[in-house]
């Protein structure tokens, strides 16, 4: 009854959005999965109930909708509520360097700031897409970063890696959506393990880098994504200091490795301070992102073999 007598209440879609970014709010909800307050978030919602974009003009705010319409949003916001899921798994989409992507719980949802070096091409640390032939994306999760390298370097083969099969499934259905198959493959790899010989242009990985400690204090919307995709040991530095070991190895005499370590970056200086880390700044905020070209790798890969403490 409760509910039927809301529902009855909340007539257009912006009724619906404020109403539900209320209700967020008050249930002191966390917002970082690809929205950054109750009001984006709710709006998302409220649009893949009614089956309408996203960027869907402001005047169809104000439209009446029919009872199972309100319904059926009222349904979705309970759910990012009582269930705390991001609204990225309730919708399954996220967007990355401005393209769609299918994502669930196997994934983590999209949010890396390497987006904006994807639409800057990498640049200057790739001095033309044109050259760039080969390019590997490690721990790809949904594969986002990777099909977005194919998208901006539109000659080069493009190696997806990940351990875990269930994400590399999810990687599938985005690559074959992209219809980019042709140029993309999808690789099950404990890092580089399956690309022995390989050498790339590009090595380009947003690793698990959430220590132990940190993974206890996240909020419960952290919680409903893969443990695999998140935790990285007691420092948060296990598989960053794998990439650092070897990418040397896997890397043109030009090439370049950028990885995403988040606020893991002041653990990694203090375990390599000598190692000339690129720390790079986005407009769109964001942290933790280096860059290493490969001789830096090759002088330094000696230092990297002692693990961190």
């Known amino acids: 009854m409760i509910e039927d007598a809301l529902i009855d209440q909340l007539f257009t879609p912006r009724d619906l959005v404020r109403w539900g970014a209320s209700r ?14 109750a ?9 893949h109930a009614l089956n309408l974009p996203f960027d869907t003009p402001p005047l169809y705010l104000d439209t009446r909708l029919e009872r199972a319409e309100r319904g059926a949003a009222v349904q979705l916001i309970r ?16 967007w990355f360097a401005g393209r769609p992507y299918y994502v669930d719980q196997r994934v983590l949802v999209p949010r890396s700031p390497i ?8 640049e200057p640390w790739l001095e033309s ?14 594969g986002c970063i990777g099909i977005a390298c194919a998208h901006v370097f ?11 099969a269930d994400a590399l499934e999810v990687a599938e259905l985005n690559l074959l959506g992209h219809g980019v198959e042709d140029r993309v493959v999808a690789i099950q790899s404990d890092l580089f393990e399956a690309f022995s010989g390989e050498r790339y242009d590009l090595i380009v990985s947003n690793p698990p880098y959430v220590s132990h400690d940190e993974m206890a204090l996240l909020p419960q919307e952290y919680l409903n994504e893969p443990a695999l995709g998140l935790v990285a040991g007691d420092a948060g530095l296990d598989l960053v200091a794998r990439i650092l070991q070897r990418a040397a190895d896997h890397l043109t005499g030009e090439g370049v490795l950028v990885v995403e370590v988040g ?20 407009q769109r905020g964001g942290e933790g ?12 890969q000696s230092a990297f073999m002692d693990p961190p403490s």
């Open 263 to 282: 606020a893991t970056w002041p653990a990694l200086v203090a375990c390599w301070p000598t190692v000339p880390f690129i720390w790079l700044r986005f």
């Open 115 to 122: 987006a904006e070096l994807v639409e800057r091409r990498f």
């Open 129 to 142: 897409a044109d050259r760039v032939n080969r390019v590997l994306d490690l721990c790809t999760g949904s």
């Open 39 to 47: 009001l984006d978030e709710s709006l998302v919602l409220v649009l």
């Open 24 to 37: 967020m709010n008050e249930a002191g909800l966390f917002f970082g999965h690809g929205t950054t307050d």
């Open 289 to 300: 992102v280096f860059v290493l070209t490969h001789d830096q790798l090759r002088c330094h």
């Open 79 to 94: 759910r990012r509520i009582e269930e705390r899921i991001p609204a990225a798994y309730l919708t399954h989409q996220a």
């Open 154 to 164: 539109q000659h080069a083969q493009i190696d997806l890696g990940d351990l875990s």
